[in-house]
């Protein structure tokens, strides 16, 4: 099950892309830890992201969050 959508710079970034006349086919992403201690190591996208980019886009550098079990 999805959680609730909150502030996600992923899906705001697509969306500016998008609104831009960027292609979904043609977009990559790339998430990062914004905490002190992790700061720039890569993190799997949120289960939010998977579920709405997941074989959408081009490519998620950084990789998905593991589906539930």
Do not use: R
């Not at 099950?1 to 502030?7: K, P």
């Not at 006349?21 to 799997?44: C, Q, R, V, W, Y």
Request: a negative charge; proline letters at 1%; charged letters at 25%.
């Amino acid at each position: 099950m999805v959680s609730e959508i909150g502030n996600c710079a992923e899906v705001d970034a697509i969306n500016q892309a998008l609104n831009d006349g960027a292609k979904l086919e043609n977009i990559s992403i790339t998430t990062i830890h914004t905490i002190d201690n992790k700061f720039g190591e890569l993190k799997p996208a949120c289960e939010n992201c998977t579920y709405t980019f997941k074989n959408k886009i081009f490519e998620n550098y950084s990789g998905w969050i593991e589906e539930e079990k």
